[in-house]
């Protein structure tokens, strides 16, 4: 378009977006939350569960540090680890990242001599885009976070293989593995068996942080599978390196769910010492309660069918919106993803915040720019993360129309400054 064309342009959508501001819209797109729907569907777990918890009156007392047996039977298999190198614990997974950091950094993953802290300032890999909780517990520890590009099958592990090769003080990487936080994508096959021999090449004292938050939460049940790390360690002979993490946050109540972690009984051994200083044991009879809902893993995967069904059309809505307003027009770029809780957007260079703040003006609160990547600061200023989950379709469908006529009029007001 010339010059005219695009302030012509410029100034239909420029009254479109007033329009829209006088809608008085608020409507939140922020946090991958589940919704009210979602949650109903673990509305079981309040049933009376008196008869089974006093049978074994130690479920309602101290002790039982790494869990019930049935629930490390259960949610091993969720993290693909043996029960015996699973600990269960409270309800939230980033607690346990939080403690596996923390214990790395003051007290080691192996021995007091193994301590990150005892080689001075150390650093962590972080895929990017990624999830800014991860990014923040390094922040906190005052841990260095070095971006790593994430590419269509995983991270770019040339260059994860090249930074840990030159530098000893490289002692981890944040991952979130299958339907990553907020891009969707799966780690290939062949990107697992890389990070399985990442133990061989780094510094001592190395370790994965594989949080596969989202190990079952496909939109589809044909969505990509993901390759067993522990398993591809184990070949490798590099188990010690990689702590994996899950939880039912996002599968049954986000507030009182269950978190589990899934390390080499070695590891397991070391963790438990330094977690038996915070606590005497978890809430054992919550996960009693888990397990009485559940039964089986296919029971589980069955309850997450259900999650499925109500997460797609809202991720349809945000799609369809998305095809239909800005395919072709240069304005953007998006990925489809096949399960997890985001849409990953990417603006042109230097458009997010302000796109952001278009939609904020209109009543469409989104992510802020820049949270998806270390220190909330994203070098070409473009990606936005979408959280479809709790709004009803109708509403998403409004948001995503709002947002739609952001990133257009912000482009074209763009354009114009070139033109």
Same mark, same amino acid.
């Given at each position: 378009?010339?010059?005219?064309?695009?302030?012509?342009?410029?100034?239909?959508?420029?009254?479109?977006?007033?329009?829209?501001?006088?809608?008085?819209?608020?409507?939140?797109?922020?946090?991958?939350?589940?919704?009210?729907?979602?949650?109903?569907?673990?509305?079981?777990?309040?049933?009376?569960?008196?008869?089974?918890?006093?049978?074994?009156?130690?479920?309602?007392?101290?002790?039982?540090?790494?869990?019930?047996?049935?629930?490390?039977?259960?949610?091993?298999?969720?993290?693909?680890?043996?029960?015996?190198?699973?600990?269960?614990?409270?309800?939230?997974?980033?607690?346990?990242?939080?403690?596996?950091?923390?214990?790395?950094?003051?007290?080691?993953?192996?021995?007091?001599?193994?301590?990150?802290?005892?080689?001075?300032?150390?650093?962590?890999?972080?895929?990017?885009?990624?999830?800014?909780?991860?990014?923040?517990?390094?922040?906190?520890?005052?841990?260095?976070?070095?971006?790593?590009?994430?590419?269509?099958?995983?991270?770019?592990?040339?260059?994860?293989?090249?930074?840990?090769?030159?530098?000893?003080?490289?002692?981890?990487?944040?991952?979130?593995?299958?339907?990553?936080?907020?891009?969707?994508?799966?780690?290939?096959?062949?990107?697992?068996?890389?990070?399985?021999?990442?133990?061989?090449?780094?510094?001592?004292?190395?370790?994965?942080?594989?949080?596969?938050?989202?190990?079952?939460?496909?939109?589809?049940?044909?969505?990509?599978?993901?390759?067993?790390?522990?398993?591809?360690?184990?070949?490798?002979?590099?188990?010690?390196?990689?702590?994996?993490?899950?939880?039912?946050?996002?599968?049954?109540?986000?507030?009182?769910? &269950? +978190? @589990?972690?899934?390390?080499?009984?070695?590891?397991? #051994?070391?963790?438990?010492? =330094?977690?038996? *200083?915070?606590?005497?044991?978890?809430?054992?009879?919550?996960?009693?309660?888990? &397990? +009485? @809902?559940?039964?089986?893993?296919?029971?589980?995967? #069955?309850?997450?069918?259900? =999650?499925?069904? *109500?997460?797609?059309?809202?991720?349809?809505?945000?799609?369809?919106?998305?095809?239909?307003?800005?395919?072709?027009?240069?304005?953007?770029?998006?990925?489809?993803?096949?399960?997890?809780?985001?849409?990953?957007?990417?603006?042109?260079?230097?458009?997010?915040?302000?796109?952001?703040?278009?939609?904020?003006?209109?009543?469409?609160?989104?992510?802020?720019?820049?949270?998806?990547?270390?220190?909330?600061?994203?070098?070409?200023?473009?990606?936005?993360?979408?959280?479809?989950?709790?709004?009803?379709?109708?509403?998403?469908?409004?948001?995503?129309?709002?947002?739609?006529?952001?990133?257009?009029?912000?482009?074209?007001?763009?354009?114009?400054?070139?033109?």
């Amino acid at each position: 378009m010339n010059a005219e064309e695009l302030r012509s342009l410029e100034s239909q959508l420029s009254e479109q977006f007033d329009a829209i501001k006088q809608r008085g819209l608020n409507l939140d797109l922020t946090r991958g939350k589940p919704s009210t729907d979602q949650l109903n569907l673990s509305n079981g777990l309040l049933a009376d569960i008196s008869e089974k918890a006093l049978k074994d009156p130690n479920l309602r007392n101290y002790g039982g540090l790494l869990g019930i047996p049935e629930a490390r039977d259960l949610f091993s298999q969720v993290i693909g680890v043996k029960p015996e190198e699973t600990l269960v614990g409270g309800n939230s997974s980033l607690t346990l990242m939080y403690f596996a950091a923390h214990f790395a950094m003051h007290l080691g993953v192996d021995g007091p001599d193994s301590a990150w802290m005892k080689e001075g300032s150390i650093k962590m890999l972080a895929p990017v885009p990624g999830y800014d909780r991860h990014f923040s517990v390094s922040e906190t520890l005052g841990i260095e976070l070095i971006p790593v590009a994430l590419m269509d099958d995983g991270p770019d592990m040339d260059e994860v293989e090249r930074l840990v090769k030159a530098d000893p003080k490289i002692k981890g990487i944040w991952c979130v593995p299958r339907f990553s936080n907020p891009t969707g994508h799966v780690y290939s096959d062949a990107v697992v068996e890389r990070f399985a021999q990442l133990g061989k090449i780094a510094g001592p004292n190395f370790r994965i942080f594989w949080d596969n938050a989202y190990a079952l939460h496909f939109l589809s049940e044909n969505a990509p599978q993901l390759g067993n790390i522990m398993d591809a360690c184990r070949k490798a002979g590099t188990e010690d390196s990689v702590y994996i993490f899950g939880s039912t946050s996002k599968i049954t109540f986000a507030g009182a769910g &269950v +978190a @589990f972690m899934g390390m080499s009984e070695r590891n397991l #051994a070391n963790f438990s010492k =330094h977690l038996g *200083m915070t606590q005497i044991g978890p809430d054992k009879i919550n996960q009693l309660r888990h &397990v +009485a @809902f559940f039964r089986t893993y296919d029971n589980l995967v #069955a309850h997450m069918k259900q =999650h499925a069904d *109500m997460l797609k059309p809202r991720f349809d809505a945000v799609l369809r919106g998305l095809e239909n307003g800005l395919s072709g027009t240069g304005a953007g770029e998006w990925i489809t993803p096949e399960g997890g809780y985001f849409i990953s957007f990417n603006t042109l260079p230097g458009l997010a915040t302000e796109v952001v703040a278009m939609a904020a003006d209109a009543g469409v609160k989104l992510t802020p720019a820049g949270a998806t990547y270390p220190y909330g600061k994203d070098p070409d200023n473009k990606n936005i993360r979408i959280a479809p989950s709790v709004p009803s379709v109708a509403d998403i469908e409004a948001a995503t129309d709002v947002f739609v006529t952001c990133v257009k009029l912000a482009t074209v007001r763009h354009w114009l400054k070139s033109a």
